[in-house]
Nanobody, 125 residues
Framework: QVLLVESGGGLVQAGGSLRLACTAS????????MAWFRQVPGNEREVVAA????????YYGDYVKGRFTISRDNAKNTMYLQMNNLNPEDTAVYYC??????????????????WGQGTQVTVSS
């Protein structure tokens, strides 16, 4: 069984940057597609970005394209999310997830079976 732990969240001013990390333990994640989701209280969890097992293919939600970059280091069993030019609408709890299945289902919550506990990102105006 794999355990995912997010880190790197915090408070930042609009226009600033943060780098989130998701470290896995228990077993390797090198064969799993990984993703970042975010959720605001009262709203549904939404996908931010996803990355293939090799890191060679990445996917992004429309609202983060050009600002966020997802990457992974399988040797370190870790995935990252570099977030630049943050705005208050990016405020949410960010979750990392591991899963698999068909590539075209990368944005679906049900494609992921392992989740971290989340890390809070707050962007002030």
């Amino acid at each position: 069984q794999v355990l995912l732990v997010e880190s790197g969240g915090g408070l930042v001013q609009a226009g600033g940057s943060l780098r989130l990390a998701c470290t896995a333990s228990g077993r390797t994640i090198s064969s799993s597609r990984m993703a970042w989701f975010r959720q605001v209280p009262g709203n549904e969890r939404e996908v931010v970005a996803a990355i293939s097992w090799s890191g060679g293919v990445t996917y992004y939600g429309d609202y983060v394209k050009g600002r966020f970059t997802i990457s992974r280091d399988n040797a370190k069993n870790t995935m990252y999310l570099q977030m630049n030019n943050l705005n208050p609408e990016d405020t949410a709890v960010y979750y990392c997830a591991a899963g698999g299945g068909a590539a075209h289902l990368w944005a679906r919550i049900t494609s992921y079976d392992t989740w971290g506990q989340g890390t809070q990102v707050t962007v002030s105006s």
